[in-house]
T-cell receptor, first 115, second 112 residues
Framework: DAGVIQSPRHEVTEMGQEVTLRCKPISGHNSLFWYRQTMMRGLELLIYFNNNVPIDDSGMPEDRFSAKMPNASFSTLKIQPSEPRDSAVYFC?????????????FGEGSRLTVL | SQKIEQNSEALNIQEGKTATLTCNYTNYSPAYLQWYRQDPGRGPVFLLLIRENEKEKRKERLKVTFDTTLKQSLFHITASQPADSATYLC???????????FGKGTSLLVTP
C-alpha cells in the first residue's frame, strides 16, 4: 500500500488567499484525522471522521477552517482566508477503528507558509 | 481538561546506553497509550501500544511501562544507536474515543 498521501507537500501563499490541503487515506481504513503541528503547540487534533462522517470538529480553530470527506478515499482541509498564524505543518492520518482507536498512519504532511 | 506532558528538554545519551523517556498525563483515564517516533520533516510513525491492564510491553530494543496509578508511562530504548535519534511522542485517546491527543514530544540524540 502507498500509505497516506497528502498534497501539496509545501505551500507558500499570501495572507487572505484560500488554501486547500488534500489527503488520500489508506484503503480500507474507516477513520481519518487532520492534525496541525507547530513548535509552540505540538501536534493538535483539528477534526476527525469516522466512515466519512465528521465526529468531532472542536479542534478546528476558527470558522475560516473547514474539512470535508466526500468519500472514503479523499478528504480536504480548507482555510479561507488564510492568515500568517496558520503557518504550520498539517498532517492527515488514517486508522482502522474498531472498539478503540488503533494505530494511526500519518502522511508526510503539508507545510504551509502564509506570508 | 486533558493534559499530556513530556520532557521538553532534549535527551542526549551515548551510544549503547539506555534512553528513558517519560510521559505524564492528567485528567485522563485512558484504556491504552501509544508511542510514536517522528523524524525531521516526516510524519509520526507508530511504535508501540500498551493497554491499561498491561504493566509492560516489549518490542525488540523498546520497552514501555504504563502505571495508571501514577498516570505515567516510561519508554525505554536499550542499547541505543545513533539511528534512534528522533523525537518521540506519546499519545492518549480523547474522551470521545476514536482519536488521539499527543504530547509535544521529547527529542532524543544518541551520540557515537
Amino acid at each position: 500500500d502507498a500509505g497516506v498521501i497528502q498534497s501539496p507537500r509545501h505551500e507558500v501563499t499570501e495572507m487572505g488567499q484560500e488554501v486547500t490541503l488534500r489527503c488520500k487515506p489508506i484503503s480500507g481504513h474507516n477513520s481519518l484525522f487532520w492534525y496541525r503541528q507547530t513548535m509552540m503547540r505540538g501536534l493538535e487534533l483539528l477534526i476527525y471522521f469516522n466512515n466519512n462522517v465528521p465526529i468531532d470538529d472542536s479542534g478546528m480553530p476558527e470558522d475560516r477552517f473547514s474539512a470535508k470527506m466526500p468519500n472514503a478515499s479523499f478528504s480536504t482541509l480548507k482555510i479561507q482566508p488564510s492568515e500568517p498564524r496558520d503557518s504550520a505543518v498539517y498532517f492527515c492520518a488514517s486508522s482502522l477503528v474498531q472498539i478503540n482507536t488503533g494505530e494511526l498512519f500519518f502522511g508526510e504532511g503539508s507545510r504551509l507558509t502564509v506570508l | 481538561s486533558q493534559k499530556i506532558e513530556q520532557n521538553s528538554e532534549a535527551l542526549n545519551i551515548q551510544e549503547g546506553k539506555t534512553a528513558t523517556l517519560t510521559c505524564n498525563y492528567t485528567n485522563y483515564s485512558p484504556a491504552y497509550l501509544q508511542w510514536y517516533r517522528q523524524d525531521p520533516g516526516r510524519g509520526p510513525v507508530f511504535l508501540l501500544l500498551i493497554r491499561e491492564n498491561e504493566k509492560e510491553k516489549r518490542k525488540e530494543r523498546l520497552k514501555v511501562t504504563f502505571d495508571t496509578t501514577l498516570k505515567q508511562s516510561l519508554f525505554h530504548i536499550t542499547a541505543s544507536q545513533p539511528a534512534d535519534s528522533a523525537t518521540y511522542l506519546c499519545a492518549l485517546e480523547v474522551d470521545s474515543g476514536y482519536a488521539l491527543n499527543f504530547g509535544k514530544g521529547t527529542s532524543l540524540l544518541v551520540t557515537p
